[in-house]
Structures are given as C-alpha cells and as structure tokens.
C-alpha cells in the first residue's frame, strides 16, 4: 500500500514508501550521514537508489548536483515522487534504468562521489529468495552485484573521487579484494553493531578511487541500540532529533 511518511525527525520532508515491497532501512540513514561529503563536491549518484531516502539526507549536507539510478519502475516512480514532494527536482535527477547503462548518461571520471546501498545477498539458481519480484531483486544480486557497483564507480569516479557503501560484514574480505581490483583504495571502515556486546552485523566502508595505499581509517563501532533498548544518542542524531 501507498504511504506518505515523514522523512524520519527532519521538519517538513516526506517520503512516499509502498510497505508491500519494502521502506527504506536504517542502512540508508547510515549511509547517508557517513559519507565523507566537501564543500567542493559537485556531482553526486547513488546507485540503486530505491525510493531515494539517501539522496534526500544528503541534500542536507550538500548543495551538489546529484542522481540516483534505480531499476524497478515502480520504485522508480517512488523515488520521483518523493523527490517532487520535497521540492528537489532541481537538485535530484532520477534515471530509470539498469546501473550497468550509467556509461551512457555520463562520461567517465565526472563524479566526485558515488553511494550504494546494494543488494546483500549473492544469487544462483535454486536460491532461497522473496516470492515478490521487488523485495527479491533488491535484496539478492538478480540484477546488480557486488563487482558491478565497484567496476561501474571506479570508471565514474574521478580522480581522488569516494565511493562509500552499506554492506554486511561476512563479505568484508571480497569488498577490499574487488576494489583493489577496480584501483579503489579503502580510506575508512565503521563496523555497526546492534548492541554492545553482539556482533557486527553491518559495514560502512569508503574508497578512494587511484588513492595512496596505507592510511586506512578503522572507525570507532557504531552501536543502534543501548542497554535499555533504545536507540543510542548517536542513531537519535541520524535521525535528526
């Protein structure tokens, strides 16, 4: 069903979710707010970009020029939605079609940073997946995998440009191997943890594309929840309280 929620604590933004599919996680705000973002920063794309709860947190921290690239057609329309509500059309483009295809929008090296809240989950047949077509492809790579993120922004990516993603930390070791492939270097890594005392169960991670190796950044641990349950002071922040 079609729903209007406001866009977490910030005053006066929306966001238009269908809690059929999915709404939009904790991950994304994660995300959003631990990208390294400069003043110089002009261009801007998120790739798989859903219902674009990341580039709306951004537009907060930046006065950029950004896109977001999504896939599913009815997400798409989400996003476009949600952007309109906001009054951002003039700074948030959305395109509707596959992240392998950016090389025909946009020129190689042009963008000073690029974000993904990405499928989790590796795809082969007979795979345990959502009967619902949405939720299946964006959670599992039927469409976008891993490798696919981190060649596609290393070819968008500038000089010195960041790349900053949300995964899970079982397939840490295959995120460093693939953007040392691609010419990324890892600058900084937050390791999210629900509570104190559990184990991590999400990554933050930020790549600079043909950066110098060494000086990589292992962030404090982020914790979502403290010992009474509640959301640490730190996720009440994100959320913009």
Known sequence: MLVKNRLLNFKDMYIFQNDDWFT??????????????????????????????????????????????????????????????????????????????????????????????????????GSNINENKIKAIARHEQELTLEDVIAISSKLLKNGGRLALVHRPD????????????????????????????????LLIEATKNGNDGNLKIMDPLYVYDDKGEYTIEVRKMFGE
């Open 171 to 202: 397939r840490f070791v295959e995120i460093i191997m693939l953007m040392k492939k691609y010419n990324m270097v890892p600058k900084r890594v937050r390791f999210v943890y629900p509570k104190r005392g559990s184990d991590s169960n999400i």
């Open 24 to 125: 939009f996680s904790l991950d994304s705000v994660m995300l959003a707010n631990f990208v390294t973002i400069n003043l110089r920063d002009k261009k801007i794309i998120d790739l798989a970009t859903g219902n674009a709860p990341v580039l709306m947190l951004l537009s907060l921290r930046t006065k950029a020029n950004m896109y977001g690239i999504e896939l599913q057609n009815e997400v798409y329309d989400l996003a476009v939605k949600s952007i309109k509500e906001n009054k951002l059309s003039d700074r948030i483009k959305i395109i509707n079609d596959d992240v392998k295809n950016l090389l025909s929008y946009f020129a190689s090296d042009s963008f000073d940073v690029i974000t993904c809240n990405p499928p989790y989950f590796k795809y082969k047949e």
